[in-house]
């Protein structure tokens, strides 16, 4: 599995967010973290959302995925801290 981010928007989200690229892959590698389809979203590619615990706490993650030759890759659209809603949905509250 590969993870790619844009590398201004990572900038944009960690200026704004203090969000980091460590952060956001600690999130995806959490065994506990929820993911659902994005429906509303995914109009010209197939989005999900993460929400995984990082460094920097619970986080929600955009993302796609895709294949190439060498196998996965999980592209970053943005990523910020969770809200109260989306902290009682990874605490299985909602």
């Known amino acids: 599995m590969r993870v790619e981010w844009d590398e201004s928007k990572a900038a ?14 600690a999130a995806l590698s959490d065994p506990e973290a929820a993911v659902e389809y994005d429906e509303a979203h995914s109009v010209t590619e197939e989005r999900y959302k993460l929400l995984g615990l990082s460094g920097s706490g619970l986080l929600s993650v955009i993302y796609t995925v895709s294949q190439d030759e060498s196998g996965e890759i999980i592209k ?19």
């Open 12 to 25: 944009q989200v960690e200026a704004e967010r203090n969000i980091s690229f460590d952060d956001v892959i």
């Open 76 to 94: 970053i659209i943005t990523a910020w801290h969770a809200t109260t809603r989306e902290e009682r949905i990874y605490e299985g509250e909602e």
